[in-house]
């Protein structure tokens, strides 16, 4: 009755195998976890990815993924319009995201603030996703240590789903690229990357970096690989 | 009429992940289509009257480029690039959770840049393995195959002679997994049986196109049916397995 125990013998998978959309992953009754959908007595995956048959849950982790912005995320975006007291910026989700006035300087909103100023359309900033409205709209905050208008580097984008690869457990990767590089790097939960080294082969050796994790993610063994290939790429 | 038995489809090849700059994005070569799928979203859905409250919005757009056909075509979108636009949509979108995404939409642009026949069902092939590429949360792959009669006979994957020439084209579009049609469409005249001859037909060409589907999304990641998964993949074909053979 639990899957844990039994996997080869009672699942059309095993764990970590690549599944399609459409696969059928359990026939049964079973939890449905991430990217899984039940229909008429079987679970099918949504995305592509790989399974995972834990106790008494089926789920994926998908390779392939958009950002789904949840509430605490650090992203990286871009102004795409100004209204009344509110910038809409775009960071890669689903809806633009909105950031009003006292969440930029503190103060509430006064009509004499030329808003240009503060935050022209085409700007990048970082900023922290401090709620999602009734429509899901997410909330952005650039009041805090590290957030706001990025001036210097430039964006680096993969998809969403591998940022925690890129992270790695605590921070472990992307501190080990930091030391090796010596590059400034901003992490957005939104896959975008923003990159600032004080030379230009130091970026180009974090861009490599990145897509090979990228392409790699799904591999295990990868933090220490990576670090060869660091040590490899400064020669 | 090119070579082929009656039940066998012209040579396919999909590739997934061929646009950095698109969300998701595919390229189909069946017989001497050639067609490239670019996917964005879920995104904001512009014009936002447009946009529905309670679910997403699946936008197509089927182009002919003016140099895939000979003679030249006119590059504005034709009577026949709208419709096959709209039954694009109608293919994909039961396949699509679209009720995740209100207010957003998912956008696909197929773009046939060489054709000949059968280019719809070819771009909704596509579309299906891009919409995967792109992440969109679906309930299955949609797979699109046509069947006909020439000269007389029930015929699989129609090349563009047959089709101007022959008696009858039907695009068909399905889920193989939830085992249901998304598109039925037929120009010509048959009789009921021959259309479920052809229904048939196209079933099991189907079943094929559908397993390279699969084989191009499984690529991209190394785990071709050629080898058998593992992480230290001898199946990889990129530059990483060579950089490591040179250190």
Redesign the interface.
Known sequence: MMVGSMLSTSTPFESR??V?????LFEGSIRTGD?T?R?QGKV?A???GLVEYGRGIVSVI?????YNPLVGDLVVGNVVDIELGTWVV?I?????AVLNVPEAIDAPFRPDIVMPEILDVGDTIVAKVVDLDR??TPILSILGKGLGKLEQGFIFRI?P?KIPRLIGKKGSMVNMILKETGCNIIIGQNGRILIHGRTREQEEMVVKVIE?IE??A????LTNRIQ??LK?LKG | MDGRQWNELRPIRIESGVLPNADGSAYVEMGKNKIIVGVFGPREMHPKHLAKPHTGVLKCRYHMAPFSTDPRRSPAPSRRDNEITMVMRYALEPAIFLERYPRSSVDVYAEVLEADGGTRCASITAATVALVDAGIPMKDLVVACSAGKYNGRVVLDLGDYEDKNGEADMPFAYMPQLNKVTLLQMDGILSAEELDQCMNLALEGCKKIYEAQREALKKKYGLEKVEKPQEKTAAEPQEIDEEEDDA
């Open positions: 195998d690549l399609i959309p459409g696969d059928v990217n959908y229909s099918y949504t995305r592509i998908a390779l392939e993924a958009g775009d890669d989700a689903p809806t633009e429509k899901r998809t789903s090979r392409n790699e799904h591999t295990t063994g060869e290939y490899q």
